[in-house]
């Protein structure tokens, strides 16, 4: 086969995947390049998605990851899901209000596998997943301040009011760093 | 009578080395242990468990977290125990030193018996921290 025929065939089999996708999930599928699509839903929906993903062949959780839009005032969760099957990565995007970041747990599809990603997203984010039973911190054992990964969150100014002693001859220099 | 000196003698004889490394101070110390500058021709071993050990080598930042790991190992070890902090990120956090999550004052978790500085130290500067503790261990006044 040539290659230029091997490509039109590819192209062939992800618009009938984009299709079959649309129809079956009920939104947009947007085609980024190639073997990546992306598709934006409400946080709502999340659970049925995922579900319907799954069944569709999406059966691998690679990760779970949020993005701060201060100025938007929401918080982008993205679950990236890939299928052995069709060797797609599916990335699924939800905004949820970032005053009161709560969504939906999909441990009851991917277990421990999303359970972790999940611990990770809520301890640098501060995201709450509903129904997640293990929501300890993972990294950040005995933390009490806020969400590290906000952007409103100055981690500079908080290392040197909580940890350093501006009287102390060894720290005093970390006073003196210049923005 | 068990003077310090002769406890500290024991010590010396051969220190067996219990590696507690974070991050880059793994495979920066590397060197260490293999056939170039080999430690093992100064006594220095590095054993699998901690209760074989006499002495705890710290390298790599640290987090409150691994601190809390490093405790439970410098626990189990036998007395006379001795820790060495490594590298500046052990001691003071060094390039993370704005890090919210590195631990800046390692002597607030640990007793430190010496500081080797450098980023990462060199082979040569933990054989000279260990010459040294064999030369204090000399001069010490046997009563």
């Known amino acids: 086969m040539s290659e230029k025929s091997k490509h039109d065939k590819n192209q062939t089999i992800e618009e009938k995947l984009i299709e079959d996708l649309k129809s079956k999930l009920g939104t947009t599928v947007n085609y980024q390049k190639e073997r990546r699509l992306w598709m934006t839903i409400d946080p709502d929906l999340i659970v049925e998605t995922c579900t319907k993903a799954y069944e569709l062949g999406f059966e691998h959780l690679s990760t779970i990851s949020v993005t701060d839009w201060l100025k938007e005032g929401k918080h982008e969760v993205t679950y990236h899901l890939w299928s052995y099957t069709h060797n797609h990565l599916l990335t699924i995007k939800t905004k949820i209000d970032r005053k009161s970041p709560k969504i939906s747990s999909i441990n009851s599809i991917w277990g421990g596998n999303a359970e972790t990603c999940e611990r990770e997203c809520h301890e640098l984010f501060g995201v709450k997943f509903e129904g997640n039973p293990n929501l300890t911190p993972l990294f950040l054992e005995d933390w009490d301040g806020p969400p590290p990964f906000l952007k409103d969150f100055n981690w500079r100014e908080f290392v040197k009011k909580e940890m350093y002693d501006q009287n102390n001859p060894r720290e005093k220099v970390y006073f003196e760093v210049k923005k | ?143």
């Open chain 2, 1 to 143: 009578m068990i003077t310090k000196k002769k406890v500290m003698k024991k010590f010396v004889k051969a220190i067996w080395v219990f590696n507690w490394f974070n991050s880059c101070g793994f495979s920066e110390l590397i060197p260490v242990v293999g056939s170039r500058w080999d430690m093992e021709r100064f006594g220095l071993v590095a054993v699998n468990s901690p209760r074989k050990a006499d002495a705890l080598f710290i390298a790599g930042y640290q987090t409150p977290k691994s601190m809390k790991r490093a405790q439970q190992i410098y626990e189990q070890m036998p007395s006379p125990k001795f820790v060495f902090a490594m590298g500046s990120c052990t001691m003071t956090g060094g390039m993370y030193w704005d890090s919210y999550n590195t631990v800046k004052r390692i002597e607030d978790y640990v007793p430190v018996f010496m500081y080797i500085p450098g980023c990462p130290p060199r082979p040569e500067a933990i054989f000279d921290a260990v010459h040294k503790v064999v030369v204090h261990v000399d001069e010490l006044p046997d009563e």
